[in-house]
């Protein structure tokens, strides 16, 4: 295990957001106390990265940890800046207090302790499940009808991450290894739950998306990275049963009716490739999974800040309804359009680079479940092209009256989300291969 | 050698088009003047002079090289990117066709909505492209090959409120992603057989060991690839996205068809070495060339629309240039791509025109006074002078041609298919001098073979000399049209099947044009109709596909949600 230094504490930078925010009255100033520790926080952590084991700890940090810390960082934000706006919320003034320490406590210990070997990684996705579970009891903006379903399927992924620490007495057989690969595939957003007609609140979409589309590929590629060379031992049978899940969730988008799940099916996919490449246990596969664990949460929360304030101006929430949105508003329209080439896999926005160290390393394993990637990044192609012509074809959603207010509180977070977004896009495709971060030539 | 200077080719449209982009964005200035489009039309025009300095370096002191500052795996090598022949004719083709459509669309297009956007699109997309044939890695090969997908995407669906055109751009995207598919498994078996995705690199080891990699991976490696070219290029049965392309405004059509469609010979081209080692790839390749030349060409007979006519006509020159690629003449496709592309962009271009004068001239389109029919004094007992002078003569003049040029057709018979074309064309050409009665005259007709025979020698001399600049080494040559070759045993049978059917066809085009008569047999007679639907359908190919692949699926798709979801339906 690596020597953390004292300077690891740096992490709970962020929470000075929270304990600043009360002191400032609303406003500019309130903002800006918000903002400061959290941008100062990233910059440190953008310097570390950028200086390499020569930087500002004294002890060499793990690249990966750093840029994951980063990403979650920089991608939650934005989150930050809107959920408090939320208009006419009953429990508006606690849900700073309770979300912000949650939040980058999460990114913080996410990268730093997940990025450690062994029983410290499986405490720091253990640790980061309790957290979440902790916010999510406490923030009563989440719908009560829906809190049992999230709880058990929370409790049971918590337990998984937790019981890694047992990973070596869990996986020395056929059935220990089967066992671990369902309980794995629980994390996935579901490719197989019933439809639901999920609550029409632009909050609710938010914790949806970080849910189930933005954690779940992160805290898989933190389960996985560890994974020897040649573990587990049967990838055709494990890593095709992620496989086959990944495909399950396309078909799922395929026959979506709510955003929501398509954006569950998109992401199972994602992750579905993503633990296929962990499991084969090469390096190129690894590197692609950890590109992956990356891009998937942007695009989520990209899509998914996106379709929320969607839903918050036309209070719609199927896929027929949102036909045209996507021509009315410019900042959308390029959100969209950045969403949906990350989605098909096209280089300059951060598919393609994953894409190919993901198949490199699938394929030295099994050529016949690379062929199944190749399979499904058509179809995946094929679906966010549909998507894409219904978003940019129809009228569009009508304005109700009285929600030129909300778009006017939004406007800045929305933006910002689309800035940081795109940004790390481009950046992992174009700028993070520069410092080796994932993984070196072979 | 290293040199630079040659990263202008691909910077100076990339700039152009980004500063268009900014400022059509910052201050709308859309289709106020066309004096903003220049800011992407003159850079364009400046690479394309650009590259004829660079194609003269090349020629002078050979390949330009430049290596990146980054590298990924598979592209590690330190020659990633430069310049040598076959690039520096690509790029000027491609800059050059598109500042001329880029000039034409400089008034045609305006008062467009997105007028600015077009050109920067443009710009930006022949960027991707000098970018795409400059480079000499696989792996950056695809990644300019996908980005080329995307900017013709963007670029046919620039105006979103007309239906047609995204449809058909999303159609495009679809089938150019199918084949990017087949491309990228081309690329995992290439790398997990070479350890390195440098084309030249592979090309030493396929030298130096030929062995080493068995033929079945080869094989594998080269028909990926090339699925990759046939989407591109539509070949059959990946054709049907080129003629609704035509729904976009015809300065795309035309720098579709002059440029972006040839980019499937231009990879078979660049990857020639690995074709030339896997000779069953190499057949399968000829196959599906001339089933493509032979579909498109038949289709585009049947179709009444002047654009769909010229977009079949297209996939038939795209069959052909496959099938020279098959035979192992991979620099005659080169040959042939650089001269469709310059004839059918000034069709495209020209086509708008002609229709808005057919539009608003009543006398056209003109019926012809009479049917066409024999020249007074012409007679059956005539057949043999006709024959001599219109099938034989221009068998002798080819011949000579080739003769002249030094083309052994026994080594490379890859030419032959060639001669059969050349023999063909001047044969038709000969007919219509015959029946324009120039052949009457004697002092008509001597004139009118000169200009013939000079015409068909300049062009086969062209290009036999177009052979040697693109690959000056004889060994590879001689690789290549061995490995296309199927051996005298078979290749006789074939000539004369070929001769026959040359000659069968002029008795039935002579019998039918100029007797009025009909000889062919009934049964073939009875299925005319049948077969004129066929290609009037285009071969029902997208109809298959939808009805009886992608529906059924789709349905299978809506029982399994419902058995799980209840029977609620979006």
Not at chain 2, 71 to 99: C, F, K, N, Q
Not at chain 2, 338 to 359: D, P, V, Y
Request: with cysteine.
């Amino acid at each position: 295990m690596q020597a953390l230094s004292p300077e690891i504490l740096l992490i709970l930078l962020p929470l000075l957001s929270p304990l600043l925010r009360p002191l400032f009255p609303a406003g500019r100033r309130k903002v800006w106390a918000t903002i400061l520790p959290v941008a100062f926080f990233l910059l440190l952590i953008l310097l570390q990265l950028l200086k390499g084991e020569g930087g500002l700890f004294v002890s060499p940090l793990p690249e990966t940890g750093l840029l994951l810390t980063l990403c979650l960082g920089v991608l939650l934000l934005p989150i930050l800046l809107i959920l408090p706006e939320r208009p006419a919320a009953p429990h508006a003034g606690r849900l700073p207090a309770v979300w912000l320490p949650c939040l980058l406590l999460s990114a913080g210990a996410l990268g730093f302790l997940g990025s450690g070997p062994g029983r410290v990684l499986g405490g720091g996705a253990g640790l980061i499940f309790l957290l979440f579970l902790g916010a999510l009891v406490l923030d009563g903006a989440f719908p009560g009808a829906y809190r049992r379903s999230f709880l058990l399927r929370l409790f049971l992924s918590g337990s998984i991450s937790l019981g890694l620490a047992l990973r070596p007495v869990l996986l020395v057989s056929l059935p220990g290894e089967v066992l671990f690969l369902a309980a794995l595939l629980l994390l996935f957003p579901a490719p197989l739950s019933r439809r639901t007609e999920r609550v029409v609140s632009p909050e609710f979409l938010k914790m949806d998306v970080l849910f189930f589309q933005s954690l779940p590929p992160l805290l898989a590629f933190q389960l996985l990275r560890s994974v020897p060379e040649g573990f587990p031992g049967v990838f055709p049978l494990l890593g095709g049963a992620s496989l086959v899940w990944g495909l399950l969730g396309l078909f799922r988008a395929k026959t979506a009716h709510y955003v929501q799940e398509v954006a569950d099916g998109l992401a199972a996919a994602g992750m579905g490739a993503l633990t296929a490449g962990m499991l084969s246990g090469t390096s190129q596969g690894q590197a692609g999974g950890l590109f992956l664990a990356i891009l998937l949460p942007q695009a989520a929360l990209l899509g998914g800040l996106v379709l929320s304030s969607l839903v918050l101006r036309y209070r719609v929430r199927t896929m027929v309804g949102l036909s045209g949105s996507g021509t009315m508003i410019a900042p959308l329209r390029l959100a969209f359009l950045l969403a949906a080439f990350q989605g098909m896999s096209l280089p300059l926005v951060g598919g393609f680079l994953g894409e190919w160290r993901l198949l490199l390393g699938i394929w030295a394993r099994s050529p016949f479940l690379g062929a199944g990637v190749l399979a499904g990044l058509f179809y995946s192609f094929f679906l966010v092209l549909a998507f894409l012509r219904r978003l940019f074809s129809g009228d569009g959603p009508v304005l109700s009256r009285g929600d030129g207010e909300i778009v006017r509180t939004l406007w800045p977070g929305e933006l910002l989300a689309f800035g940081t977004g795109s940004f790390f896009l481009l950046l992992t495709d174009l700028a993070a291969t520069a410092g080796h971060i994932f993984g070196r030539i072979p | 050698m290293q040199n630079e200077a040659a990263v202008i080719l691909p910077a100076l449209p990339l700039l152009g088009g980004i500063a268009l982009f900014l400022i059509d964005a910052v201050w709308s200035v859309g289709s106020r003047s066309p004096r903003y489009a220049l800011l992407s039309v003159v850079p364009t025009a400046l690479s394309f002079l650009a590259g004829l300095l660079i194609l003269w370096e090349v020629v002078e002191k050979g390949t330009l090289t430049l290596t990146l500052p980054f590298s990924l795996p598979g592209i590690s090598e330190p020659t990633l990117w430069g310049v040598d022949r076959l690039s520096a004719i690509m790029v000027l083709l491609i800059t050059g066709v598109s500042t001329v459509v880029q000039g034409y669309s400089l008034r045609y297009l305006l008062g467009e909505a997105d007028y600015a956007r077009f050109f920067s699109l443009v710009a930006v997309e022949t960027s991707i492209l000098v970018m795409l044939v400059t480079s000499r890695n696989l792996l950056l090969i695809f990644l300019f090959w996908q980005l080329m997908s995307l900017g013709l995407y963007l670029l046919m669906a620039y105006n979103r409120k007309r239906r047609p055109s995204v449809e058909a751009a999303e159609k495009t995207f679809l089938v150019h992603r199918l084949g990017d598919m087949f491309f990228l498994g081309g690329l995992l078996i290439a790398w997990q057989s070479f350890h390195t995705l440098d084309l030249d690199r592979m090309g030493e080891i396929l030298r130096e060991t030929p062995t080493l990699i068995s033929q079945g991976t080869l094989s594998a490696i080269v028909l990926c690839l090339f699925a990759g070219c046939m989407a591109k290029s539509a070949q059959f049965p990946f054709h049907f996205w080129l003629p609704d392309t035509m729904e976009t405004p015809t300065p795309v059509s035309a720098l579709m068809h002059a440029g972006i469609v040839n980019a499937g010979g231009y990879l078979m081209n660049r990857t020639s070495i690995l074709f030339a080692h896997s000779p069953m790839s190499m057949h399968v390749v000829f196959i599906i060339g001339f089933v493509t030349a032979l579909f498109g060409s038949s289709t585009m007979l049947t179709q009444g629309d002047v654009k769909r006519k010229l977009g079949f006509s297209t996939m038939g020159q795209m069959g052909y240039m496959t099938m020279e690629c098959g035979l192992g003449a991979f620099s005659l496709a080169v040959f042939h791509l650089i001269a469709h592309g310059i004839f059918k962009a000034t069709l495209f271009l020209e086509s708008g025109t002609a229709i808005g004068i057919a539009r608003t001239e009543p006398a056209l389109p003109r019926q012809s006074a009479e049917e066409p029919g024999l020249p007074e004094g012409f007679h059956l007992s005539r057949v043999l002078p006709v024959a001599l002078v219109t099938l034989v003569l221009p068998l002798v003049i080819v011949l000579g041609a080739h003769q002249l040029a030094d083309i052994h057709l026994s080594k490379e018979e890859g030419t032959v298919v060639f001669l059969f074309f050349s023999w063909v064309t001047v044969s038709q050409v000969t007919i219509s001098l015959t029946r324009a009665r120039l052949f009457d005259s004697f002092t008509a007709a001597i004139p009118w073979t000169a200009f013939l025979v000079l015409f068909v020698y300049g062009y086969i001399g062209a290009g036999h000399k177009f052979n040697l600049f693109l690959y000056p080494d004889s060994s590879d040559r001689a690789l290549f049209f061995s490995s296309g070759g199927v051996g005298w045993s078979m290749f006789t049978p074939i000539v004369l099947l070929l001769t026959a059917i040359i000659v069968g066809g002029w008795v039935v085009a002579f019998f039918r044009g100029i007797r009025g008569r009909q000889i062919l047999p009934a049964w073939i007679l009875s299925r005319q109709e049948s077969l004129y639907l066929f290609f009037l359908n285009r071969g029902s190919v997208e109809h298959i596909l939808l009805h009886r692949l992608i529906e059924p699926f789709d349905r299978l798709l809506w029982r399994l949600r419902e058995l799980f979801d209840g029977k609620e339906r979006a």
